[in-house]
């Protein structure tokens, strides 16, 4: 039997009119805001995933006098521009933004999570990060066009990584390119986190994730840390906050 896929969902179809996500903003007394992302991250939306449209909506929910938002992340990642663009309205909302990692933080989520103000792991959970994919049909020069568009890609995600946690885009793009997964304490050791949450168990990634070379942080090797300690983190609000990520 032909095994079909459906895009960042491997074999598992999309059920109708259930979705992972919850993007109504869930607000409290002390001027705080919740955002969960617990799908792929997918330009079609709907039930496919959360598209950059769909979150800017969502984003538009807040007040503007929220002064914090926390935004918890449970996803296998998705489009790369989508997960930008993403990240770039949460930088340019004026309220702090704390992501949280539930269950997975990888691909796209990845930098998602590591490129806000404040990055938190929850218990048990997992951060994966690799170098952009693509799918070209054409002949030798379309080919060559789009290995030169994923470096772009690329190194404009490894600059996220170096931002928070220092080392180069080259230092990160060697860990990217090794497909590295790290434990919640492993993300925090190498600088893309900034602690593991101590309370509640993170939840369990519900994705299929036999697209990646390495099914989990248990089926990978130990992961590349570029940099030897952790840099201040202090710094690293003021290094990225707003932002905006240059796509060249």
Request: hydrophobic share 45%; proline share 5%; with cysteine.
């Amino acid at each position: 039997m032909r095994n079909t896929l459906y895009r960042f969902r491997g074999s598992v179809m999309p059920t109708p009119g259930l979705r992972a996500s919850v993007l109504t903003p869930e607000l409290d007394d002390a001027g705080a805001a919740t955002l969960r992302l617990y799908d792929p991250i997918d330009s079609w939306g709907g039930d496919w995933g959360v598209s950059a449209k769909e979150f800017a909506a969502a984003l538009a929910a807040v007040p503007r006098d929220v002064t914090d938002i926390s935004l918890h992340i449970n996803s296998p990642g998705g489009e790369v521009f989508e997960a930008v663009a993403i990240l770039n309205q949460l930088r340019a909302h004026p309220a702090r933004v704390t992501a949280v990692v539930d269950g997975l933080a990888a691909s796209a989520a990845s930098f998602l999570a590591v490129g806000v103000d404040e990055t938190v792991m929850g218990q048990n959970t997992q951060l994966m990060i690799h170098d952009a994919w693509g799918l070209c049909v054409g002949n030798a020069a379309d080919m060559r066009s789009l290995a030169s568009l994923l470096d772009r890609l690329s190194n404009n995600i490894a600059d996220v990584y170096a931002t928070a946690a220092g080392g180069t885009t080259e230092d990160w793009r060697t860990a990217m390119l090794a497909e590295s997964w790290y434990s919640a304490e492993e993300a925090v050791a190498a600088g893309l986190a900034d602690s593991v949450a101590g309370d509640a168990p993170g939840v369990s990634a519900a994705f299929d994730l036999s697209a990646f070379t390495y099914a989990g942080r248990a089926a990978a090797s130990g992961p590349i840390a570029p940099v030897a300690h952790v840099p201040d983190r202090s710094r690293r609000a003021s290094l990225q906050a707003k932002r905006l990520v240059p796509l060249t």
